[in-house]
């Protein structure tokens, strides 16, 4: 038996997020239906991280276990040829014993799109929140990298995450940078790890921020509180994107 590591790139809009689910189009679903074909056997395959339904990845890693001997480059290919369009395989190859997509993973980046302009091309529409209102970009800058270092992400976690309030829930934020470009703005955040619907609720904060219903001292004190309540409202899935694991 090896095991084997794959790169893939997705168009997350008209699947049901990550994870397997019965009778709904998944990403993992599709990755498990091809393989497991190739295999003539049940193949489980492991992500790097579970994103929502409507998230899209450059870069999503995910590792299983094969008795096939088709070399790497082959089931690339051969895959590609079985998956839906909107999920390619960039690459393949034999990972070291002990390998683990996600356990193995030692930081993921993730990069959100805001489009500021009135009209959003078509083109951009399945891939960007469009937030034609006023905001002060100043205030949102300065916010973004107050979430850095060791954090405590309770009040950023999903409303149903189901963590046990009692217990912090420590990630460690590298960089958290807005980067505007005309009227595409992208928030990239690198983190040793994230809770679900966390990055969309840093956004939905500095959207927040931006619209002075929040300063930007107050990411702290919104950390501390450990609280969801706190927090901004949770941004639409179409603008996230999960762009590079890191092992």
Known sequence: MRTLKITLAYDGTDFHGWQAQPSLPTIQGELQRVLSELEGAPVTVIGAGRTDAGVHA???????????????????????????????????????????????????????????????????????????????????????????????????????????????????????????????????????GFLRHMVRNIVGTLVETGQGRRAPSGIAPMLAAADRAQCGATAPARGLFLVEVGY
């Open 58 to 192: 450059m870069a999503q890693v995910a590792s299983f276990a094969l008795n096939n001997p088709i070399p790497a480059v082959n089931l690339r290919r051969a895959m590609n040829r079985l998956l839906p369009a909107a999920i390619r395989v960039l690459e393949a190859a034999d990972a070291p014993e002990g390998f683990h997509a996600r356990f193995s993973a030692r930081s993921k980046l993730y990069e959100y799109r805001l489009w500021r302009g009135e009209i959003c091309p078509p083109t951009l529409h399945r891939y960007v929140w469009r937030h034609p209102y006023p905001l002060d970009l100043a205030a949102m800058i300065e916010a973004a990298p107050m979430l850095e270092g060791a954090v405590d992400c309770r009040s950023l976690a999903a409303a149903d995450e189901g963590v046990d309030s009692a217990q912090p829930q420590i990630r460690t934020i590298f960089s958290s940078r807005l980067e505007p470009d005309g009227d595409l703005w992208r928030y990239r955040v690198r983190g040793s």
